[in-house]
Structures are given as C-alpha cells and as structure tokens.
C-alpha cells in the first residue's frame, strides 16, 4: 500500500505550528499557568487566531478586506506583545529598584530605537499620509511592521538582560519566566536574522532573468521555512518547560499527603 501526502513544507510547517499553539494553549490552561502569565497566553491565543484566520479567510475575501483584517490583528498583537514584555520583565526583576528600572528602561528603549531608525528602508511621507484608504493601509503597515520589530528587539534586550542578571533577582535559568524569555528571544533573533538576511540580499541582488528571479524568491521561501522550524521548536520547548514545575515549587494537592487519622 502506497501513501501519497501532498503537503508542501509551507503546509506541513503551517499544521506543526498550528498543533503546536493549540499544544501550548492547553497545558497553560491545564497547568495553571495562564493565571500567571495572563498576557503571554493572549498572545499565543492572537497567533493561534491569525494562523487559523489565514486559512480560512485566504482567497474568499477581496484583498483590500482581508488586509485590513490583518493588519489589524498584527496590530493588536504587536500591543499584546509589548504588554507581554513588560510582564515578564516585572517577574524577572521583581526585585528590581524604581531608578534601576527606570534608568534601564529608557536606555534599551533608546537602543532599539536606534536600530528601528537605520534599519530597512522607510516609506516616503506622502505614501502614508492618511488622505485615501490605501495611504491609510500603508500607514498601518509601517506601524505594525516597525511595532513588531520593536517587540522582537525588546525580547532579544529583555534575554540578554535575563541570562545575566536573572538569577541575581531569583529568576534562575529553570524559572517558567527565565524559560518564555529564552523561547522569546530565540524566536526573535530567528525573526530578526531572516528580515536582515533578505535586507542584505534585496540590496546586493539584481536579477536580470526570470530564473535569477525565481532563484532568489526560492532563497526567501527556505529563509521564512527555517524561521518557521525554529518557531516550532521554541514552542515545542515551551510545551516542556511550562509542562512542568518550577524547582522548589509546591507539590500538587494529589500528592501531597492527607490529614492524620485522629485518635480513638
């Protein structure tokens, strides 16, 4: 008997990563953990919700409709994912001083702000001016791209800052909070890595053919490939990590033993 599976890699990565979410989704619910990081659940359910809106509304909605639906949902989880941000950095550094988190604040702030202003190229300002439905789309899109690349910025800051200072404040490396910023910037240094590379090839690359052409869209097509197998895998080691407990955590009410019998 002979098996014929049609998936492309595209479809084959877009189903692990959906499975994977829903995966996630479940042992935050299911092991409590979604109480205690109450943004990170929302924004692992936004990019469930876009994953499965993406298939279900692709190619039976006019394009002016559904990316105005899009780029509405990046929108709100670009927002998730700052608020995401802040929340850990709040259990990491909970012992952190008011000035130190502050001072540290404005300063990686100031750096990613830095590297948002050199990098990529920015639109003309007469190609966002709000003054006609398309100048608006435009608008939302730089907002929403540049929103992203600040949330990934912030998650590659808030790691480093983590591994070297996250144990001083008692977030160790095996903390359900030192483990999500470890997934995060990982995800968004493969993110990062593959806006760059394309940067960098878009600028040097002039195709003169259709094949030249062909071959550097198929170089885009296995960067974005590999960007998506490191997300899978980041969700996979999410869905161990939170799976189980922190060191030094209480043990579950099952285990624990019961009341002494009282005496006769």
């Given at each position: 008997?002979?098996?014929?599976?049609?998936?492309?890699?595209?479809?084959?990565?877009?189903?692990?990563?959906?499975?994977?979410?829903?995966?996630?989704?479940?042992?935050l619910?299911?092991r409590?953990?979604?109480?205690?990081?109450?943004?990170?659940?929302?924004?692992?359910?936004?990019?469930?919700?876009?994953?499965?809106?993406?298939?279900?509304?692709?190619?039976?909605?006019?394009?002016?409709?559904?990316?105005?639906?899009?780029?509405?949902?990046?929108l709100?989880?670009?927002?998730?994912?700052?608020?995401?941000?802040?929340?850990?950095?709040?259990?990491?550094?909970?012992?952190?001083?008011?000035?130190?988190?502050?001072?540290?604040?404005?300063?990686?702030?100031?750096?990613?702000a830095?590297?948002?202003?050199?990098?990529?190229?920015?639109?003309?300002?007469?190609?966002v001016?709000?003054?006609?439905?398309?100048?608006?789309?435009?608008?939302?899109?730089?907002?929403?791209?540049?929103?992203g690349?600040?949330?990934?910025?912030?998650?590659?800051?808030?790691?480093?800052?983590?591994?070297?200072?996250?144990?001083?404040?008692?977030?160790?490396?095996?903390?359900?909070?030192?483990?999500?910023?470890?997934?995060?910037s990982m995800?968004?240094?493969?993110?990062?890595?593959?806006?760059?590379?394309?940067l960098?090839?878009?600028?040097?690359?002039?195709?003169?053919?259709?094949?030249?052409?062909?071959?550097?869209?198929?170089?885009?097509?296995?960067?974005?490939?590999?960007?998506?197998?490191?997300?899978?895998l980041v969700?996979?080691?999410w869905?161990?990590?939170l799976?189980?407990?922190?060191?030094?955590s209480?043990a579950?009410?099952?285990?624990?033993p019961?009341?002494?019998?009282?005496?006769?």
């Amino acid at each position: 008997m002979h098996f014929n599976f049609d998936f492309t890699a595209v479809q084959t990565l877009w189903t692990l990563t959906l499975a994977a979410h829903l995966v996630l989704l479940v042992v935050l619910l299911g092991r409590d953990r979604a109480r205690r990081f109450r943004w990170f659940f929302i924004g692992i359910a936004l990019v469930t919700l876009r994953l499965i809106a993406s298939r279900l509304l692709f190619g039976r909605m006019p394009q002016l409709t559904l990316g105005e639906i899009f780029l509405a949902l990046a929108l709100v989880s670009a927002i998730v994912g700052l608020l995401v941000i802040v929340e850990l950095s709040r259990a990491i550094f909970r012992g952190a001083s008011r000035g130190a988190w502050v001072v540290t604040s404005i300063a990686v702030l100031a750096a990613c702000a830095l590297v948002m202003a050199a990098w990529g190229p920015w639109p003309t300002w007469a190609s966002v001016v709000p003054n006609s439905i398309y100048n608006a789309l435009n608008l939302l899109q730089l907002v929403t791209q540049k929103g992203g690349m600040l949330v990934d910025l912030l998650s590659v800051a808030l790691g480093v800052l983590a591994a070297l200072l996250g144990r001083r404040f008692g977030a160790g490396w095996r903390s359900h909070a030192q483990q999500i910023v470890i997934g995060l910037s990982m995800a968004s240094l493969g993110q990062l890595a593959t806006q760059g590379i394309w940067l960098a090839i878009t600028k040097t690359a002039h195709p003169h053919s259709m094949d030249e052409y062909a071959h550097m869209m198929g170089l885009r097509e296995k960067l974005l490939n590999a960007n998506s197998a490191l997300y899978v895998l980041v969700l996979i080691a999410w869905i161990v990590w939170l799976w189980r407990d922190e060191p030094g955590s209480a043990a579950p009410a099952a285990d624990q033993p019961s009341e002494p019998a009282p005496e006769a």
